[in-house]
């Protein structure tokens, strides 16, 4: 495991790893036995470069695993690269192509450029050579350019090469910024020794001077192209060690500006520059460090460039760092947080090193990086709030004195910064960092300090952007140290995209969001009733505190309900506000359950979330406290499949409000339905006569799920049906899913047939609805998307067409065509182990069971559910699939063959003892997989 001290920057030293003098002499002596013998000669050398290469990297390996640094193993590796590579280069020179008295146009130089260059490599990193000769080519060198290429090829090594004239250097560097970061690194492995130089004396007089300021702006522009490109993030769960936002590159960038300012310097020499300071100097090696390990032990682990630290890989990447269980906190979450923790280093190190830079006048404003400062010191413009003032577009603080004379400044330096549209300045921003600690007990229960903090939660013009900086500067989780406590925590799934903390932050700026009418289009709900809710200062609290009980004692609820209880008590809000605050953060997740898990058209669902709720304030709030929720928890997550439940949730819960309260929640249910229900049946037969007594024989739960024109088209659909069974499917992109309705004859197993139908059509349910008539015709509608999450047949209609006719085929019971059984790919979700859990509940239904399933998601699980179902004598009424990640959750609403609730007890354990068979039957796999994993692994250890 990283340390607290800074790790060295010198080179490994080698003589134990790969000795050069030796090395040569092996391939002189092979050269001597095999001449004459070019192919023999040529296969004698690789394989004696070959053993070279293996030692150097086994020895590498090994010492990473005893705890060697990142950037010691980085060294070693490039060291040991650099002998081989120039071994290579004596023999090509020496043995196969030698000129005794080389012209002026054979001269030639070997260059390690870009990252080869800076003597860093990671185990299976590419290698980036530059051949740099006087003027055109000749034979001589084009001969021992392609030698050595064909030979580095052989020995395994991935090359990006040139070769070129200085002057052709020079050139390309000038219009080029990649291949100006490359050869700003370069440095000489072999050849002639007064080219190599010529070119670093040329490349510095005729392209670095004088144009500093054009570098920065470049290398920053291309910063944030390369973060939007691997998400814009640093705190996605599965990062990009190597490119993504807080990683390697970054703090490249850094160095290559930093070098590029002080051409000629080595890095030692450029980090004890006075733009630094040892503070800056220590984290950054150590995050250097840190992250040069990471990157081999993916490298080593992996046998491969693998750069991403996905799921599958971070449990192992933890074992090899050293990295152990404690207590509920397992080791793969305690190694994500420091990388997370590193990465947030990184992110106050670009602060820091910009407001260098700026002291150097070469970087640019922050409203736009490729505006650069004039030549004169900017303008130094008063605020009318004391201690503060305006420099060139940023806040500033009159000096450090500001924190410390009123600890308060620290929270009001970011609503300042916030009301104002201004950016921090980085002295302004490094000094909030270093002064976090004077938030002391008195500071937090400080009432000024509270009115502060709130303008800027629930106030605040933009407070995701702003309380991200705070939480970056260590205010945040210092002011509240509830939400400290989740700063930078990962939660080892694949359903949460981010940290903890970073998709609390995206879920208040989601909730700002919709109050300022940006999300009216896909929140029209939220949108409409925002204007409404009373107390925002307790919503945007709960959006704040809803995860802090995260590992917590008693579960994430109750352990959140007390977290936000003593975070409210110490601002000082009156008892009324803490206990709502408190309530909903205990039961945040309890509408999106009730909405994806349970049936709304069932009066009892409705009624006992009201009697939850209790009032519409806290529906309102819960309402919008859900959707941002959701929505903030990762890229598609959210879809308008969900946001129609919700909408359903909130209109019925509404109603009973509307209707009656407390004992009266059920009738007035009871009333809404069968008015809904009545008011449907004679618009129907308004419009379409004929569907009368189809509309008679129908429940009335069934015409509160739909629409007046769904009830029409389903009406057509079972006339339709009179021959045994009719389908149709519709794209329905409101829901982010396509609709297929299927009438037919009720049977026993014919929900069963029309989920495998759709498993056997490569289509995934995400929701299913069950009606059955007095007079035994079935009407079941599923929502369905592909493999991808997009509506199914999106792409191409004919396959939704295709669907239906498939669904029709098993209404009637024709027996499906023979389908290669789809196995699942596990993948990252290998990692994962998942265990499978049954639930039975008779009292969340007036009439019906309702069993809930969960666990490892599969292709054709439902159909494997609904099989047990009804090889155990039940019939399915409704069902609700959801999946979260790894984990699949399916709850059925069951009833008996007469139509009663399951109650006896022996075939009630029954069935849960064949429902975690159906959900088990993939396990097997998956702990092989896992065990393939594990063993693979230790192979390439070995």
Known sequence: MSSGHAPRLRPTRLEYVVDGVKLRSQLSAAALEQAGNEAAQRKAALEILKAALFRGRMIAKERLENGAGGIETARLLSGVTDEVVSALWDFTTVHVFRARNPTEGERLALMAVGGYGRGTLAPFSDIDLLFVRPYKQTAHAESVIEYMLYALWDLGFKVGHASRTIDECVKLAREDFTIRTSILEARRLAGDEQLAADLIRRFQAEVVKGTGAEFVAAKL????????????????????????????????????????????ESIERVLQLEMFEGRDVRSFVRAFDFLWAVRSHLHFTTGRPEERLSFDLQPEIARRMGYGDRADNPAVERFMRRYFLIAKEVGALTRVFAAKLEAEKVKSRPTGISRLLPNRPPKRKPLDEPGFHEIGGRLAIDGIGTFEADPINLLRLFRIADQRNLDLHPDAFTAASRSAGLITSAVRRDRHAAKVFLDILARGRDPQRTLGLMTEAGVLGRFIPEYGRIVAQMQFNMYHSYTVDEHTLRAVGVIADIAAGRLAEDHPLSAQIMPLIDDREALFLAMLLHDTGKGGVGGQEKAGARAARQACERLGLERSKIELVAWLVEHHLVMSDYAQKRDVSDPRTVADFARIVENPERLRLLLVLTVADIRAVGPGVWNG????????????????????????????????????????????????????????????????????????????????????????????????????????????????????????????????????????QALDVFSVQDVTGQPFGADNARALTRLAESLEAAARGEPLPREPTRKADLGRAAAFAITPTVMLDNDASETSTVVEASGRDRPGLLAALARTLSDSGLSIVSAHIDSYGERAVDAFYVTDAEGRKLTDGRKRNALKAALTTALTAGEDEGAARRGNLQRARASVAR
């Open 221 to 264: 522009r291309e910063r944030d192209e390369r973060h939007a490109r691997a998400g814009a993030s640093r705190y996605m769960v599965e990062p990009n060690v190597k490119e993504g936002k807080g990683g390697l590159r970054d703090l490249n960038t850094l160095f290559w500006i930093a070098q590029y300012l002080h051409p000629g």
């Open 641 to 776: 499949w969900k946001g129609q439940l919700m909408r359903e949730l909130y209109g019925a819960t509404e109603a009973v409000f509307r209707g009656g309260r407390g004992s009266d929640a059920a009738a007035a249910l009871k009333r809404h339905y069968e008015n809904a229900a009545y008011d449907a049946r004679v618009a129907l037969a308004k419009a379409d006569p004929a569907a009368e007594p189809w509309a008679d024989a129908m429940e009335d739960a069934y015409f509160s799920a739909f629409t007046e024109d769904e009830v029409r088209r389903h009406a057509a659909l079972a006339r339709r049906a009179s021959n045994g069974a009719a389908a149709e499917g519709r794209i329905r992109a409101d829901r982010n899913a396509a609709e297929v309705a299927v009438a037919a004859a009720d049977r026993p197993r014919l929900f069963v047939d029309l989920a495998e139908a759709i498993t056997a059509a490569g289509a995934n349910v995400v929701g299913a609805r069950v009606f059955t008539s007095r007079t035994g």
